[in-house]
């Protein structure tokens, strides 16, 4: 029988570069930067290293994109693509060859410069012949994004009005947590009227409901937590470790399929319980204390709040949205002020019992998306919320303990997905 990863890998010193339009740095840069944060908060050196796993979409082709900039001396490196999965899969890959006790301690680096690579948003790939700058009619991720929006309203009886006010009240609090991460790419607020009235990109979605083309790189140093000891001896008291992973890709025949609604996401759902099982949750909302999950699009943000089982599919509004359950507590009533809630609603509506502070970082859509950065990117939020060390105390939230986060590549119908949780250690 396969044995659980469970509290068997610690992860011990992490990096996040800023993120942004890095017109000053090359994707090398980008590298170095994030690694060598890593590595001052874990308290060791390059050569201590035994392998490392690069992960990118569009900026490296094979290991050297890695072991060139880090100048790595002959040692196992591997670079990974699984689309915008790619920032957890690579710690997935180093957290297995620790517990198989291939290696004692190991770096994964996810990366992208999506600035350079001549395209106003994520290259089309296979979306257009040869890369032509004409995408087909409907191939665009904003374009499939918005049919899940559309059927979305329409499954659950959403009026258009309604739906769009529901999915700006998402962007508003991504930007009002944004806003304040020294690090996010979009450090601007919003209110519910900009949403509402920018240029529309593909009905539903307009500006303001979709990310950003975003530079950045994050890095993540793992070992085994009986080894936390030897390796991190000064971070024994707020290393964290890995509490279940689950990685899915589906037959990808969604589009295809008659039956195919759009509304939710089955690679996220297999994929969420796969970690569940590993880290034995029986309930997401109430044990988890915050997610950082994957919003490219508004859209992306409410279904996924669904397919992760933080509510019941159809119910993200009420249970989640209008009642700021999804919002960090010190943020809730400013953040519904820009909604336009009135002070004497805001008082009739309190705060909710079972709060899951979701994107608190600013998520894709305000802290940005470089493709294989954004996993472990998310992780680190969750790594420093829990050591209590987030940057800007207004952001730190209270007694978090259990985060989980959560990627998925492709278009909706045609999925790759992954999902971690990581949390405090069971002591050994």
Known sequence: MAESLKD??????????QFGELWDKDVDDLIVDAVYEALEDA???LKDVQAVWGGTANSGVNASSVSCPLQLQYIPATRVENACATGIEIIRQAAHALAAGVYDLVLAVGFEKLKDVGFPGLHPGKLSDKFHPIYPAGGTGPGRYALAATRYFQRYGLSPEEGKRTLAKISVKSHYSGARNPKAHLRREISLEDVLNAPMIAWPLGLYDCCGVTDGASATILCRAEDVK????HHQDDYITIKGIGVSAGPGWGKNKEDYDFTHWPETEHAARQAYRMAGIQNPRRELDMAEIHDCFSIAELIAMESLGFCQKGHAKEELIDNGAFIAPQFREAVMRKWGTSEEEIKNVPPPEDILVINHSGGLKSFGH????????????????????????SRQLQNVRLGLAHNQGGHPGRFQCAVIIVGVPERL
């Open 370 to 393: 470089p493709v294989g950065a954004s996993g472990g990117r998310e992780v680190y939020e969750i790594y420093k919320q829990i050591q209590g060390k987030a940057q800007e105390p």
């Open 230 to 233: 030897y390796f991190a001896p």
């Open 43 to 45: 308290g060791l050196e």
């Open 8 to 17: 068997k890998v610690a992860i011990i010193g992490m990096g996040c570069t």
